[in-house]
């Protein structure tokens, strides 16, 4: 063959060889894992996050900004969507604003769309206090009737924190136009949470009822300009808000599916802000210094076990094996490749909850094995199914939980279904499943609440897992926590409480971040990673 | 009575008795015509239906429940039970399929049964436009690169561009098109910087703004289908460039580029054409990987999204849409084939 034909034949197939390549390249492909920052390289905090000096710059008005949600949110209805930046809270928050908001600086409660709320000396009776001459977009008064208007519609209906609601306060009064009464059934000390939150959405009567129909009349910085399902929800600026016409002319949310997709948008400049929290990408926009509103969110990524009759988690020395097999850190380095936190603590050492008193479930599968081998010994077969969501992340946390669990001895299968909504399906409508892949979210500016309905044993959301008289005890004894040291007291109890029920398996607590743009400014960090953008600026 | 007339007349009494008058052949011309516009009209609505039917029948074996995508979770079974009463999950299939197919016969594709409740018909009025601007642009790139590739593969057949070339669709054919988005993502986005990454800019927004954000996906969709395109075209060209009237055009001393285009890119363009309907219907439904890479409110997004959700009315009405369009497409492309070949349009007649 001369050199002429040589060249000829294998220029083209030099082309074929190089695709070939680069696909394989590509699809072989992996992270540089010297750059995975080890554990404890980032000071995980709740609250601001980067630089945050803009003492002495005058806020410009005009223009737009662009938020990217992790979800559209389905409905803009607080009585239908839950009030969490991850659901669409940010974005029912613009409309409606808040009655309080959560300031991760004072670490309290503090008013937003009221003037004051109070407790009596038991806390079994708040007091409301509105703004004067507050009004809804549609021009009616925000006074203390739509108040309780709105918050009897949401108590009605089926909404997502109508339980906690019901099962606390007892009834609502207006005592005059701009003052409501609550009285509970029960000391309660985080009724303030509970209006930071989705009762704490005022929606106006014009709204109308929960369903087709509804239509998003409130009385926040924004109102709905147009929604356009699967691209973009746009929102104007409120000229009737109470705290005065906020600076800019519109909020855009967009919805970008892959969080790496809004990354690369977000660095390109097309978004100014947006709600992160895979660990890699929170941990990547961190080691960055990019400025943003961090709550961290303990048992974020988790696996309810299921106690009930006939389920292998029936067994407390099951429940027990199963935890005591899992290191955390294995799950954060094969599954976020080091990125995020892991402890088998419920609230681990950043946490303002932080018992470091109170013994933890540390790994030992030495003792994971002799719990399993006497629970074989009793006629359990060691057979466990693992259910989750069809997601790159919960397909990578099966595999790591079948090598763990099967190295001790459990005989691991691991089903995945096609959305979140089969899952909720399997695991809380027909609590089907021995473990599935959860996230039980307990909040640093309130653990209670969602601890209550997960953990109690009259609880909302137990879903089959195993509850306790001492972790019943202990949640009553946090329910009506006075102060600080008490509900931290409390919170070692139900440590211990799951240290001995083990009611899920604890590995990871996640970060959940709104990042936004250097030339960002005046945003307001609120409860459930929400932000708020009533005085917020475009540089 | 005019000549002409008379001439008509005389033809009609000849045609009694001898071959059929004109007007006699273009009556029955005109109702063969008729009869196979009925014809295809009936094929199409037994398709729709076919389709319809086959859809429904497919998402009642889907688990998702749309009343879990409405309460969320943390309810009773009462409460989940009572939303699948009042959106009528509980009826006979047969039942909820002839009610949705009745109200469809109006035009009425119903309103989304999970929030926000949108009308099924403005959803996909709203998502059409996406995927067939997509799908026309992917088609048109993909013709602006193949026929120049296809004809100078074909004039140069065995050589070493040819070769080239061949090495190229191949390589190109086998790369999935999730992978050539990401790399294209890579390269012309993240890395030189001249497209967005993703999202989506309306028409009404402005052209400019419209294709600097639909180039990235259109050409996504172009690599694949030129590829394609330039395998099957190149292969009829240089069936075609055999033909003696090629040798005849260039004997008589007629240019390349003018043999090319007017003789024989025309004759050639059969199995290209067929592809191109084909590929233009199917894809309008399904961009679904190249929509949810650019996070485009394509039609793809649409179903897959109320998919998960359980919304069986949007993916009904979506998949019907999509389906009338796959197969007008297809009409279309059946009737060009007269055009592209005279002795179709006779054989016809």
């Known amino acids: 063959m001369n050199r002429k034909m040589l060249q000829l034949r294998s220029g083209p197939a030099l082309v074929a060889l190089v695709t070939t390549f680069t696909v394989l390249l590509t699809g072989c492909g992996s992270t540089d894992k010297s750059e995975t920052p080890a554990k404890g390289k980032f000071e995980y905090v709740d609250g601001m996050v980067g630089s945050h000096d803009d003492a002495g710059e005058k806020p410009a008005d005009g223009g737009t900004l662009t938020y990217s949600g992790l979800t559209e949110p389905t409905s803009l209805d607080p009585a239908m969507t839950i009030a969490s930046a991850s659901t669409g809270g940010v974005e029912m928050a613009a409309i409606y604003d808040t009655l309080m908001r959560y300031d991760s600086e004072q670490k309290v409660f503090v008013p937003q769309l009221a003037k004051s709320l109070e407790a009596n000396e038991d806390q079994t009776e708040w007091t409301l206090t509105l703004r004067e001459g507050v009004k809804f977009s549609d021009g009616t008064p925000l006074d203390a009737a739509a108040v309780v208007k709105s918050q009897q519609r949401y108590a009605q209906n089926r909404s997502p924190e109508a339980a906690l609601w019901n099962g606390n306060v007892q009834d609502a009064n207006p005592r005059d136009d701009l003052t409501v009464v609550y009285t509970m059934k029960a000391p309660f000390a985080w009724f303030d949470s509970l209006l930071s939150s989705g009762p704490g959405m005022i929606v106006a009567a014009a709204s109308g009822p929960v369903g087709p129909g509804f239509k998003p009349v409130g009385a926040g910085p924004f109102t709905l300009k147009e929604q356009r399902p699967g691209e973009e929800l746009l929102m104007e600026s409120a000229e009737s808000y109470w705290n005065g016409r906020p600076h800019l002319d519109e909020l855009r949310f967009v919805y970008l599916g892959e969080q790496t997709t809004a990354q690369d948008s977000f660095e390109k400049g097309s978004i100014q802000a947006g709600y992160f929290r895979d660990p890699d990408i929170v941990d990547t926009l961190l080691g960055e210094g990019v400025r943003g509103y961090s709550n961290l969110v303990a048992i974020s990524d988790t696996a309810l076990i299921n106690a009930s009759e006939g389920r292998p988690g029936a067994d407390p020395r099951v429940r027990r094996a199963l935890q005591l097999a899992i290191d955390p850190e294995i799950v954060r380095n094969r599954v976020y490749d080091g990125h995020g936190y892991s402890s088998p603590r419920i609230f681990p050492e950043y946490s303002r909850w932080y018992t470091p008193d109170v013994k933890v479930l540390e790994p030992d599968t030495n003792e994971a094995k002799k719990l399993l081998e006497a629970a074989k010994a009793d006629g359990y077969d060691g057979k466990i199914t693992y259910l989750d969501s069809n997601t790159s992340a919960s397909r990578d946390t099966g595999q790591v939980i079948k090598a763990v669990l099967e190295s001790v001895g459990f005989k691991v299968e691991i089903e995945l279904v096609q959305t979140i909504a089969d899952l909720v399906s399997r695991m809380a409508v027909e609590r089907d499943y021995d473990l599935a892949g959860w996230g039980l979210n307990y909040r640093e500016a309130d653990p209670y609440s969602k601890m209550f309905a997960t953990l109690h044993s009259t609880g909302t959301q137990t879903y089959g897992m195993a509850t306790s008289p001492e972790m019943d005890a202990a949640l009553e004894k946090l329910q009506g926590a006075p102060d600080d040291a008490t509900a931290r007291e409390a919170l070692g109890e139900i440590q211990q409480a799951y240290n001995d029920t083990v009611p899920f398996l604890t590995w990871m607590p996640f970060a959940e971040v709104s990042f936004w743009a250097d030339n960002v400014h005046g945003i307001k960090g609120a409860s459930n990673s929400m932000i708020l953008f009533d005085q917020a600026w475009v540089g | ?349």
């Open chain 2, 1 to 349: 009575m005019t000549n002409q007339s008379v001439k008509d007349d005389a033809g009609a009494l000849g045609s009694a008795s001898a071959a059929p008058s004109l007007r006699a052949r273009r009556r029955a011309g005109a109702w063969r015509r008729t009869r196979r516009l009925f014809v295809r009209v009936a094929e199409l609505m037994a398709v729709l239906f076919l389709v319809s039917l086959g859809t429904f029948a497919l998402l009642s074996l889907i688990d998702t429940d749309p009343a879990v995508t409405i309460l969320g979770e943390g309810h009773t079974q009462a409460d989940y039970e009572a939303v699948r009463e009042d959106l009528g999950l509980n009826d006979p299939l047969l039942e909820r399929y002839a009610d949705w197919l009745g109200s469809a016969a109006h035009g009425d594709l119903g309103a989304s049964i999970v929030p926000p409740y949108h009308d099924v018909l403005d959803r996909i009025m709203a998502a059409l436009p996406v995927s067939v601007e997509l799908a026309l642009l992917g088609v048109g790139m993909a013709l602006l690169f193949s026929i120049p590739l296809a004809m100078w593969s074909a004039y140069h057949a065995g050589g070493r561009i040819d070769r080239w070339i061949s090495a190229g669709t191949f390589s190109v054919l086998s790369v999935p098109s999730f992978l050539a988005g990401l790399l294209l993502i890579w390269l012309l986005s993240n890395g030189l910087g001249w497209f967005p990454r993703a999202e989506w800019s309306r028409l009404d927004e402005g052209l400019g703004a419209n294709l600097y954000h639909a180039f990235l996906p259109a050409l996504t969709i172009a690599l694949a289908e030129t590829a394609l395109l330039t395998r099957v075209l190149r292969s009829d060209l240089i069936t075609t460039l055999q033909e003696d009237y090629i040798l005849a055009a260039r004997a008589k001393g007629m240019g390349t580029v003018h043999i090319m285009f007017s003789d024989a890119l025309r004759p050639s363009s059969f199995s290209a054409v067929t592809i191109l309907g084909i590929s233009l219907g199917r894809l309008i439904g399904s961009t679904v990987i190249v929509e949810y890479l650019f996070a485009l409110p394509g039609m793809g997004t649409l179903v897959v999204g109320a998919a998960r959700t359980g919304d069986y009315v949007t993916v009904q009405g979506a998949v019907l849409v999509i389906a009338l369009i796959y197969v007008a497409t297809n009409a279309l492309i059946d009737l060009s084939y007269g055009y592209l070949d005279p002795r179709v349009r006779r054989s016809h007649a």
